[in-house]
């Protein structure tokens, strides 16, 4: 099983939905508000599991998915905000995800369908594997599918 995939789908959401919800202002998305407390190594190095948690941050930004205009040692990337196709990709509509809801305004509809408020439901319930499904497909979605 790879489990460093798992947590690459749970920390790339987490870092992308906080800069969602503070968007368009730029913000410090610190390691330690994403995956919690992570005790150095012995030698004062950061946890294997803090490292790859800022090397999906890092790895966001060389995708273009966010930009940043610094790190903050291993803690933080600084001044850091979605690109526009994170925010598009963030902002799509799911078909699936409006079934059942005909009787919702509209507005509440299209917040309900989005991609964000998806993963958003899929962390908050754990639910691992449609947070997995939904991750790939943020990846994966194309910049002329939504409406």
């Known amino acids: 099983m790879d489990l460093q995939i798992d947590d690459f789908y749970r920390d790339a959401t987490a870092g992308l939905l906080m800069l969602y919800q503070a968007f368009p202002r730029k913000i410090t ?58 925010l598009l990709r963030l902002t799509s509509s799911l078909p699936e995800a409006a079934n059942g809801s005909e009787t919702l305004p509209p507005s509440v509809r299209r917040v309900h369908s989005s991609l964000a408020h998806q993963l958003r439901q899929a962390r908050r319930d754990g639910h691992g594997e449609r947070l997995a499904q939904l991750t790939r497909q943020l990846f994966t979605r194309s910049l002329t599918s939504h409406p």
């Open 29 to 86: 998305l610190y390691v330690e508000d994403l995956i919690g407390h992570e005790e150095p190594d012995e030698f004062g190095l950061p946890s294997k599991r803090h490292q790859s948690c800022l090397g999906a941050l890092l790895w966001l930004a060389e995708e273009g998915y966010l930009r940043f205009e610094t790190t903050i040692q291993f803690l933080a990337i600084d001044q850091a905000v979605l690109t526009e196709k994170a």
